[in-house]
């Protein structure tokens, strides 16, 4: 058994897990330096040797073809109005916009391949229409689903009741990540429920975050009590969860 004591709290890790933590951080390290990318700075830890930055390429980027580059107007979202002898040999590009010169005078992104505005806001409405829930509506939705109270679900996550209400009574709340981490094990969720849930808070899971790998490493052997994911995360010098995060 470990004993790490952090904040005045003293917590026993067995060995199997410290050591199963241990070798799940070395383990995706090694397969995300093999893909060509590096460690971000919060990965070395006490125990993490320093990892040679790689060397830059000074290499000039390739000349672009002055023949691709079409003319502009009004910025780098205008296109070139057609010639009339451009319109006579392409039709296909006059008939891609009935006001065509007007489009391509109007500053607009679609305006470089000639389409009206008008005429992609059909694409885009359909899109919004089908906006998901919130992080807020989709957490009040796990708690009810999970069978749990509001302070269940706060005490657990180590958050204080006035946060909480906060969450509650803005649909458009957006959280510390470390927060939203810390009710996914409140809640208990599976990594894919983690995952989704994060998501609706705007964040993800980072290879390169061995505060991400630790909290992984415990949704995925379902070491959902904080006290235990913490003194994890401090033994690694990472950001604690919950009230800590705050």
């Known amino acids: 058994m470990k004993e790490i004591t952090y904040n005045g709290i003293t917590v026993y890790i067995p060995d199997d897990v410290l050591s199963g933590v241990m070798s799940y951080i070395a383990l995706n390290e090694v397969r995300f330096q093999s893909v060509g990318a590096h460690p971000s700075p919060e990965m070395s830890g006490h125990h993490a040797a320093p990892s040679q930055a790689p060397m830059p390429n000074y290499a000039a980027p390739p000349m672009p073809s002055q023949e691709a580059a079409p003319k502009r107007r009004h910025g780098i979202f205008s296109s070139f109005k057609l010639s009339k002898k451009e319109a006579v040999e392409e039709p296909e590009k006059a008939e891609l916009c009935e006001d065509a010169p007007v489009c391509a005078d109007r500053p607009s992104v679609y305006s470089e391949v000639g389409v009206c505005s008008d005429q992609a806001a059909g694409p885009i409405d359909d899109i919004l229409s089908n906006v998901e829930d919130t992080f807020q509506a989709h957490l009040l939705k796990l708690i009810d689903k999970k069978e749990l109270t509001d302070s269940e679900v706060y005490k657990k996550a180590e958050i204080d009741r006035r946060h909480f209400s906060k969450i509650r009574s803005n649909p458009d709340y957006r959280p510390k990540k470390q927060t939203a981490l810390a009710l996914a094990f409140a809640l208990e969720l599976n990594m894919d ?45 990472q950001p604690l969860l919950g009230l800590q995060a705050e």
Do not use: K, M, Q, W
């Open 193 to 237: 429920e983690a995952v989704d849930l994060l998501s609706r808070a705007g964040y993800a899971f980072s290879p390169s975050s061995r505060a991400d790998l630790i909290a992984r490493y415990c949704i995925e052997h379902e070491i959902y009590d904080l006290t235990e994911v913490n003194a994890l995360l401090f033994y690694y010098d």
